[in-house]
T-cell receptor, first 116, second 114 residues
Framework: GAVVSQHPSRVICKSGTSVKIECRSL??????MFWYRQFPKKSLMLMAT?????????EQGVEKDKFLINHASLTLSTLTVTSAHPEDSSFYIC????????????FGSGTRLTVV | AQKVTQAQTEISVVEKEDVTLDCVYE???????LFWYKQPPSGELVFLIR??????QNEISGRYSWNFQKSTSSFNFTITASQVVDSAVYFC???????????FGSGTKLNVKP
């Protein structure tokens, strides 16, 4: 149980276009999901916390207009990288918190974004 | 300040050697959670272990063992008789009680050579 699916696993897009990444909790409901970014050979940094039915909470330094987060249902959160630039190339990984389970955090398999 | 420090950037060992990955954390919370994750080249984070701050009992799971010492704020991870399949980046992480946020260390890349 507690599987989080992330799609796509890899995406290449042209500079200036937008790309959407999906994070789905497959067998549980997640009122809260998290989006992390990992730079090459670096740690994972929390970008934002996504709450179902409300606006996401962004970490300091993260552009909310560039990284649009939508959490429209209890099983789906999306991250849209708008007007992507090569510097947005990174590994993005989501995490979902299982309701009612204190330490029930499950990570997705990640999305490798390359902007050319 | 870094909440989680993994001082070892990269470690190389030969198969069957034991290896210890260090993790030092910093928090003012009395209740917190510590984690180790494995990230193979494919990128996904594989959960290895979670420890609560009030449970300092060390744990062994097969070839893996963890040494949690609150006195030194350390949560070290040892792989016994390493195997090539253990090659990956290992992350130590901290979650404080009142927050959902995970603080990750910078990771230690383990190379196990045959």
């Amino acid at each position: 149980g507690a599987v989080v699916s992330q799609h796509p696993s890899r995406v290449i897009c042209k500079s200036g276009t937008s790309v959407k990444i999906e994070c789905r909790s497959l067998d549980f409901q997640a009122t809260t999901m998290f989006w992390y970014r990992q730079f090459p050979k670096k740690s994972l940094m929390l970008m934002a916390t996504s709450n179902e039915g409300s606006k996401a909470t962004y970490e300091q330094g993260v552009e909310k207009d560039k990284f649009l987060i939508n959490h429209a249902s209890l099983t789906l959160s999306t991250l849209t990288v708008t007007s992507a630039h090569p510097e947005d190339s990174s590994f993005y990984i989501c995490s979902a918190r299982r309701q009612g389970v204190d330490y029930g955090y499950t990570f997705g398999s990640g999305t490798r974004l390359t902007v050319v | 300040a870094q909440k989680v420090t993994q001082a070892q950037t990269e470690i190389s060992v030969v198969e069957k050697e034991d290896v210890t990955l260090d993790c030092v954390y910093e928090t003012r919370d009395t209740t917190y959670y510590l984690f180790w994750y494995k990230q193979p080249p494919s990128g996904e984070l594989v959960f290895l272990i979670r420890r609560n701050s009030f449970d300092e009992q060390n744990e062994i799971s097969g070839r893996y063992s963890w040494n949690f010492q609150k006195s030194t704020s350390s949560f070290n991870f040892t792989i016994t008789a390493s195997q090539v399949v253990d090659s990956a980046v290992y992350f130590c992480a901290l979650r404080e009680n009142n927050f959902n946020k995970f603080y990750f260390g910078s990771g230690t890349k383990l190379n196990v050579k045959p």
